[in-house]
């Protein structure tokens, strides 16, 4: 498709676990033109998750020449970018990653985790950088390398995630969002700068990381793209951060993200560190902070028993239909969906997937069903600290799992509150082209179109209760067994 005319359009870029995605959106929000790619997820070892920084770099490059084909000879007005938290690359002086993307999933490090909460020192990093001690932490990702691949470690001229990479490659210069920073358990949360007290600890200095920027800093001139080379490119945040401001910053909502991973979260006008450890809280810009949780459980569970446990030749949307089937409560199954380990609210790097209450009468319908609801009740465990501090009146859903409308129904009933989708479920995007907006001192269109809503129903939502309960004593019932 071309645009008419002179039709401007803004070009989201999200950075994601498993694929790249660039959209043109016009500048009420609505997708004009879309390109994704994706690619794979490395595990050379049990508990590793890698990637390939420059396989990244290059689908991310296809995926905008493709935009700029489709929409020529109009170019965007400005570029603007999120991704995913918590990756770490080592790279050389001339800018060569000498190591794989280690990713949000990896669980290396859980013993160093675990190490830094047997001695106690887990609160006191948490209260300086606004992210709870876990394996997916680059902080700990750090502290593994320098024991365990020393001379990488010592090689390495910069530590860097995977967005400031693609940057590197764009501008040949160094630059971290700070909400980006702020997950890295690195930043410190009063200062917005590197916490020198922590990076000590680790055997590094502020010379081995990132400059830490502002989420609205505009960049020009990228080596790889010279037809944009008068066009702004702004780094922007986190996807979790870009998808609150994509779908909405309004008191009171919830966005709940369910791709590979799953994220409850909330923007506050200020900082909140939680006396139990269950929530990060990052900040984002202009006194906005964001509270939330993520687990590592969301999307990617549903892949592995399509692809792994069933070996289904249906179509995913058919193979998930099929719960459908099958009343509220799966039939008394309960599914702890811990397959890659757990981050928020039990931060258990060795909790172990569990399918409680298996009987004759169960089909694969049953456990299609109890994977659904054990990924929502995660995120209902999650979302109990941060409903805690703020009242939340409805829940928006973004991710791939937009489109699930069980799951959606799902999650009203396991939350007793309505569910919006908004029109474009590709939310981190556009809250990236509203973050753009912002910086070009553009007015950023701020109302939100909902497509569908789902409402809760009272009963069901009671089967759940009993359930989530259910599902909160096995974990804890199972927890020591895990190790």
């Given at each position: 498709m071309g645009l008419k005319g002179n039709m401007e359009y803004f070009?989201?870029?999200?950075?994601?676990?498993?694929?790249?995605k660039s959209i043109a959106f016009s500048k009420e929000g609505k997708t004009l033109c879309e390109s994704s790619i994706s690619y794979p997820i490395h595990h050379p070892l049990p508990d590793w998750s890698e990637q390939d920084p420059e396989e990244i770099v290059r689908a991310l490059?296809?995926?905008?020449?493709?935009?700029?084909?489709?929409?020529?000879?109009?170019?965007?007005?400005?570029?603007?970018?999120?991704?995913?938290?918590?990756?770490?690359?080592?790279?050389?002086?001339?800018?060569?990653?000498i190591s794989p993307s280690i990713i949000w999933a990896d669980n290396r490090a859980a013993a160093i985790s675990a190490g830094i909460h047997k001695a106690n020192r887990a609160k006191v990093l948490y209260e300086h950088t606004g992210l709870p001690i876990h394996a997916m932490s680059p902080f700990c990702k750090l502290l593994w390398l320098k024991e365990n691949q020393k001379e990488l470690f010592d090689k390495a001229y910069k530590f860097v995630g995977i967005k400031e990479y693609v940057f590197y490659k764009l501008f040949g210069v160094y630059a971290v969002d700070v909400s980006v920073a702020s997950a890295t358990g690195l930043l410190n949360a009063g200062t917005l700068q590197w916490d020198p007290w922590i990076l000590e600890q680790i055997g590094i200095t502020t010379d081995n990381l990132s400059e830490v920027v502002?989420?609205?800093?505009?960049?020009?001139?990228?080596?790889?793209?010279?037809?944009?080379?008068?066009?702004?490119?702004?780094?922007?945040?986190?996807?979790?951060?870009?998808?609150?401001?994509g779908s909405s910053e309004?008191?009171?909502?919830?966005?709940?993200?369910?791709?590979?991973?799953?994220?409850?979260?909330?923007?506050?006008?200020?900082?909140?560190?939680?006396?139990?450890?269950?929530?990060?809280?990052?900040?984002?810009?202009?006194?906005?902070?964001?509270?939330?949780?993520?687990?590592?459980?969301?999307?990617?569970?549903?892949?592995?028993?399509?692809?792994?446990?069933?070996?289904?030749?249906?179509?995913?949307?058919?193979?998930?239909?099929?719960?459908?089937?099958?009343?509220?409560?799966?039939?008394?199954?309960?599914?702890?969906p811990y397959l890659l380990g757990e981050r928020a609210p039990i931060w258990n790097a060795d909790a172990k997937g569990v399918l409680f209450g298996v009987q004759f009468s169960h089909s694969q319908a049953s456990v299609v069903r109890a994977s659904l609801e054990g990924i929502i009740y995660c995120i209902y465990g999650i979302s109990q600290a941060i409903m805690e501090q703020s009242e939340i009146l409805n829940i928006y859903a973004t991710g791939?799992?937009?489109?699930?409308?069980?799951?959606?129904?799902?999650?009203?009933?396991?939350?007793?509150?309505?569910?919006?989708?908004?029109?474009?479920?590709?939310?981190?995007?556009?809250?990236?082209?509203?973050?753009g907006m912002m910086a070009l001192g553009m007015e950023a269109f701020n109302g939100t179109t909902i497509s569908k809503k789902y409402f809760p129903d009272a009963g069901i939502h009671s089967v759940y209760a009993k359930g989530f309960l259910k599902f909160q004593r096995l974990y804890e019932l199972l927890k020591e067994e895990f190790i």
């Open positions: 070009l989201g870029i999200d950075i994601g676990t498993t694929s790249v490059v296809k995926t905008v020449e493709n935009i700029l084909h489709e929409l020529h000879p109009q170019l965007p007005i400005l570029l603007s970018f999120c991704s995913a938290m918590h990756s770490l690359i080592a790279v050389d002086k001339k800018g060569m990653a502002a989420v609205d800093k505009i960049f020009y001139s990228p080596g790889i793209f010279p037809v944009l080379q008068n066009v702004p490119f702004v780094v922007g945040g986190s996807d979790g951060a870009m998808a609150n401001i309004e008191p009171g909502s919830l966005v709940i993200t369910v791709g590979t991973s799953s994220a409850a979260r909330v923007i506050l006008n200020r900082p909140y560190i939680d006396p139990g450890m269950r929530t990060f809280c990052y900040y984002i810009n202009h006194n906005q902070w964001l509270l939330g949780g993520a687990s590592n459980n969301g999307g990617i569970v549903l892949q592995w028993l399509h692809e792994n446990l069933f070996h289904s030749e249906k179509a995913v949307t058919d193979f998930l239909n099929q719960a459908s089937a099958v009343g509220p409560g799966s039939e008394g199954l309960i599914f702890l791939g799992f937009a489109r699930n409308e069980l799951g959606l129904q799902i999650m009203a009933d396991v939350f007793s509150l309505p569910v919006l989708v908004c029109e474009t479920v590709e939310n981190s995007a556009w809250g990236a082209v509203k973050c």
